[in-house]
């Protein structure tokens, strides 16, 4: 019929299109033969040794004291943990690099993110050497051009003078990006560091076992190990163990909710948080019936789908794709999402994880839970390594915020108290400001609200 709409094929989708500083480096890039073909027997072709990123690490960020543990994970294998701790505390603390469950002693150096390091640790960005990728030229960071202790080129958020010393701070877990193929403990690191300093505590980065060579559900099963672990050695890590904050980055994001759900059913540590950065949730993500963003980029960006889809064969094999994979392996397989910490998502407009990563974000709300979803318009995967203008910006300032909110919340009266003043609802500041007290009473009985992580019944004298 003339006239009629015809449905774009995957050949010719729209695309949104990226922001034009993402645009010019992914243009400059593509003469240049960075982006090879992935396949499941090449991958370790594609992998950096762990020896290059730890030294490029504790090259990176002299200020952080560096210890090596291991742990056994849950078919009696044991893993390597870094273990990072600020080193002007930990002098004050009297830390001197001892393991907690072993006594071993750990090698007391500092580290950063390396040049040329896994794509983990740039999301999904190749590296050069074992089979070339993504130089890092002239740069002791793990982006292009990027200052070693930043964020996306950014300065690393510096201590705050006025946040609480005493006490243990938090436990920060580390789940490194890579695809589950690639990456190691040192990766990704750059991103939690400066909260390390700013909040004190400690940050525990696991070896987790990489795919083809550990299938999943390996890496996730690594991945709870390393929490329980932390959370039953958090007094001699100095660390508290009832604020413990996932953080992770592709593939490191989807393994965060997936412990969130493993602690959940299992009954297992209290999770605070978890931050999860354009998270990689769901094997089917590429496939002729996946998402729309996965068809959009199949060959295109810094994490095509072409590679995503090694990447979970590789992981899951003949399963993937079929009624036998877990929500625990692919996240987005999860039916319910309720009774979880709150959680951070960030996610680009042209990248192939968008749209499950938004359907995530629509889940946990639609089960009640707390969920905080960026989307950045024009990004590619791993969005502030391409672009270090508002982008890096934007996604830094917001993951800061919720860290801030997370771990020093607000007393909600000091809101109440704004509210008022301000004088937008009069009869209640006649009421506030008079020293009466309507948060008890009336239609504001029972109501719940976030405070310190979690939903509570609002009963602020």
């Known amino acids: 019929m003339s006239g009629t709409p015809v449905r774009p094929t995957r050949d010719d989708l729209p695309r949104p299109p990226y922001d034009s500083a993402t645009a010019a480096v992914l243009a400059a890039l593509e003469p240049l033969g960075f982006w090879r073909e992935m396949t499941v027997d090449n991958l370790p072709t594609w992998r950096?040794?762990?020896?290059?990123?730890?030294?490029?690490?504790?090259?990176?960020?002299?200020?952080?004291?560096?210890?090596?543990?291991h742990l056994t994970s849950f078919d009696g294998v044991e893993i390597p943990v870094a273990v990072l701790r600020d080193g002007a505390r930990g002098a004050d603390d009297g830390a001197q690099g001892e393991g907690p469950a072993t006594g071993r002693r750990g090698d007391p150096g500092h580290g950063g993110d390396g040049p040329g390091g896994d794509p983990g640790s740039r999301g999904g960005l190749p590296a050069q050497g074992a089979g070339g990728g993504l130089p890092v030229q002239g740069h002791g960071g793990d982006e292009p051009g990027g200052d070693p202790g930043s964020r996306g080129g950014l300065p690393a958020q510096e201590p705050g003078g006025d946040l609480p010393t005493q006490g243990p701070g938090p436990l920060f877990v580390s789940l490194h990006g890579g695809g589950l193929v690639m990456g190691s403990r040192y990766s990704g690191l750059r991103t939690v560091v400066p909260w390390m300093r700013r909040y004190g505590g400690v940050v525990v980065s696991p070896e987790y076992r990489l795919a083809p060579e550990s299938p999943a559900p390996t890496a996730v099963e690594d991945c709870y190990a390393t929490v329980c672990w932390a959370v039953d050695n958090a007094a001699a890590l100095g660390a508290d163990p009832g604020r413990v904050v996932l953080v992770?980055?592709?593939a490191g994001g989807g393994l965060a909710l997936g412990v969130l759900l493993m602690a959940r059913d299992r009954h297992g540590p209290q999770v605070l948080g978890a931050l999860a950065d354009y998270p990689m949730l769901d094997d089917r993500t590429g496939q002729e019936d996946g998402s729309v963003s996965g068809l959009q980029y199949l060959h295109q960006g810094t994490w095509p789908s072409a590679y995503n889809n090694v990447a979970w064969e590789a992981a899951l094999g003949q399963r993937r794709g079929t009624g036998a994979v877990s929500p625990y392996e692919a996240p987005a397989r999860a039916t319910w999402l309720g009774d979880l910490p709150p959680v951070?998502?960030?996610?680009?407009?042209?990248?192939?994880f968008r749209?499950?990563?938004?359907a995530l974000a629509s889940a946990l709300w639609r089960?009640?839970?707390?969920?905080?979803?960026?989307?950045?318009?024009?990004?590619t995967h791993a969005m502030e390594e391409v672009s270090t203008t508002w982008l890096a910006r934007g996604l830094g300032a917001a993951r800061d915020a919720w860290v801030e909110r997370l771990l020093v919340p607000e007393d909600p009266g000091t809101n109440l108290l704004a509210v008022a003043r301000a004088g937008t609802y009069p009869a209640l500041s006649e009421q506030v400001l008079a020293g009466a007290s309507p948060l008890a009473q009336g239609?504001?009985?029972?109501?719940?609200?976030?405070?310190?992580?979690?939903a509570v019944g609002l009963d602020v004298p």
Do not use: I, K, Q, Y
């Open 367 to 379: 089960d009640g839970g707390v969920a905080e979803l960026h989307v950045f318009p024009g990004g």
């Open 248 to 250: 992770g980055a592709s």
């Open 443 to 454: 239609p504001l009985e029972g109501l719940e609200v976030l405070h310190h992580g979690a």
């Open 355 to 358: 749209d499950e990563v938004v």
């Open 48 to 69: 950096s040794p762990v020896e290059d990123s730890r030294a490029a690490f504790r090259s990176a960020h002299p200020g952080t004291d560096l210890t090596e543990d």
């Open 344 to 352: 951070f998502l960030s996610v680009a407009s042209a990248e192939p």
